[in-house]
């Protein structure tokens, strides 16, 4: 008898517990990232560290997770947000490039954005003239 009471109570612990309102992301959900393309940071003195923000929002419905964020040489740098980024929500991807090994010029490097969007890759460019 205490065999059927203990898998009784097993079982509705179970039920319960699967029952919860669990915002779990499932392999496959897909959401729509909408982000401005180019930082353009204008004329630059050589040396100076350009920080650029990109502002990142989930226009889809399901949540948007940045797996990496990565820059296209070793001069730029980018970090991403933690947290998945809600339907509706806005966060920032900040990039910095430092400019100090740079010759004078137009420069554009750009940034890898891979997240659970289809296409799942996004790049966004970072303009600027490196003066001297």
């Known amino acids: 008898m205490k065999i059927i009471y203990t898998t009784l109570a097993l079982s509705f612990f179970f039920f319960l517990y ?31 560290i350009i920080e650029a923000k990109f502002s990142v929002k989930n226009e889809g419905k399901n ?4 797996g990496e964020v990565r820059g296209s040489c070793a001069c730029t740098v980018a970090s991403k947000p933690t947290e998945p980024i809600q339907p ?3 966060k920032e991807i900040i990039a910095k490039v430092n ?8 420069i ?20 600027a003239k490196i003066k001297i």
């Not at 949540?63 to 940045?66: A, D, G, H, Q, S």
């Open 88 to 90: 509706g929500d806005t």
């Open 18 to 48: 699967s029952c919860n309102n669990s915002t779990e992301l499932e392999l496959g959900e897909k959401t729509i990232i909408k982000v401005n393309e180019v930082f353009d940071a204008g004329e630059v003195m050589k040396g100076k």
């Open 63 to 66: 949540p948007l997770i940045i």
């Open 99 to 106: 400019t100090d090994k740079m010759s004078s010029g137009k």
């Open 108 to 127: 554009s490097k750009s940034v890898r954005i891979v997240a659970n969007t289809e296409p799942s890759v996004t790049i966004v460019t970072i303009k």
